[in-house]
């Protein structure tokens, strides 16, 4: 009986190494897992998943933050609420997002009103191909319906795609 509960035991701590080792979230919170750097690595309908075009030789990011408490704000900046950043060719985008279970939404607030699926988005040009890369990944994320972490991935469906990162760093 001791042996069993040693190997038990024995077990459970190698699994916890080896789940850390290639990055399985083990937190308790749905915002903790999501929080941190993604590196775009397909986007597209299921079936038709394309691997991105790199931005001027870097990873496609997507930086999740949790919601800032009194305590973190800076001076008179006011907490911003789950952030979420990055570039997917070679406009900015910015806006926050709500996690109700698996259900992921994106909104921005202007004039203390939420808008739904909202993104503030930086307007330059580019290379075709990176900006049609862009708009299709743009569309998907603002239109984000659910998400799924397992293994150190993270998956944004929508009725218009998905985007699947790899956890960075």
Same mark, same amino acid.
């Given at each position: 009986?001791?042996?069993?509960? *040693?190997?038990? !035991?024995?077990?459970?701590?190698?699994?916890?190494?080896?789940?850390?080792?290639?990055?399985?979230?083990?937190?308790?919170?749905?915002? =903790?897992? !999501?929080?941190?750097?993604?590196? *775009?690595?397909?986007?597209?309908?299921?079936?038709?998943?394309?691997?991105?075009?790199?931005?001027?030789?870097? =990873?496609?990011?997507?930086?999740?933050?949790?919601?800032?408490?009194?305590?973190?704000?800076?001076?008179?900046?006011?907490?911003?609420?789950?952030?979420?950043? &990055?570039?997917?060719?070679?406009?900015?985008?910015?806006?926050?997002?709500?996690? =109700?279970?698996?259900?992921?939404?994106?909104?921005?607030?202007?004039?203390?009103?939420?808008?739904?699926?909202?993104?503030?988005?930086?307007?330059? &040009?580019?290379?075709?191909?990176? *900006?049609?890369?862009? =708009?299709?990944?743009?569309?998907?994320?603002?239109?984000?319906?659910?998400?799924?972490?397992?293994?150190?991935? *993270?998956?944004?469906?929508?009725?218009?795609?998905?985007?699947?990162?790899?956890?960075? &760093?």
């Amino acid at each position: 009986m001791r042996l069993m509960l *040693l190997l038990g !035991l024995s077990v459970l701590a190698v699994g916890l190494v080896i789940g850390t080792a290639i990055g399985i979230d083990f937190s308790e919170s749905p915002y =903790d897992g !999501l929080e941190g750097k993604w590196v *775009l690595k397909s986007y597209g309908e299921p079936g038709k998943l394309r691997v991105p075009y790199p931005w001027n030789r870097r =990873d496609i990011t997507l930086i999740i933050s949790v919601c800032a408490t009194a305590e973190q704000k800076i001076g008179d900046y006011p907490a911003r609420e789950n952030v979420i950043a &990055g570039c997917f060719g070679v406009n900015w985008y910015s806006g926050n997002y709500e996690v =109700d279970g698996n259900k992921f939404s994106i909104y921005t607030e202007f004039a203390g009103k939420k808008h739904i699926g909202g993104l503030l988005v930086t307007e330059a &040009g580019g290379p075709a191909h990176l *900006l049609a890369q862009e =708009d299709q990944c743009l569309h998907i994320l603002a239109s984000s319906q659910t998400y799924e972490i397992t293994n150190g991935i *993270l998956i944004i469906c929508s009725e218009k795609g998905v985007l699947g990162f790899k956890r960075k &760093g």
